[in-house]
């Protein structure tokens, strides 16, 4: 976990794909734990795109990481974070 061992970063390999583009890519996966003033812990989880092997163009895209499929956007020339 991070520096109070509330969150967890893992890089994960995932390939994306769009019309007539497709490249791999790197997914930070964060997981972060939230302690309230009730009992109970929350749990909040996205992934982003680090990194990418070519830059496309603004749009929507299929990002297959481990074996899941999500649609992401990129848009003025970064992409969405998508919350799970």
């Known amino acids: 976990m991070g520096r109070d061992g509330r969150e967890k970063t893992n890089i994960l ?3 994306l794909r769009g019309d007539a583009f497709e ?3 790197t997914v930070a996966l964060v997981t972060r734990l ?3 003033s009730t009992p109970g812990i929350g749990v909040w989880t996205s992934i982003r795109i680090a ?3 070519k830059s496309p163009p603004d749009g929507t895209y299929r990002l297959s990481v481990h074996g899941r ?3 992401i956007n990129r848009a003025d020339g ?3 974070t998508v919350i799970l």
């Open 69 to 71: 499929v999500f649609d």
């Open 78 to 80: 970064k992409w969405s």
């Open 51 to 53: 990194s990418a092997e």
């Open 13 to 15: 390999a995932g390939v």
């Open 23 to 25: 490249c791999r890519c």
């Open 34 to 36: 939230t302690q309230r």
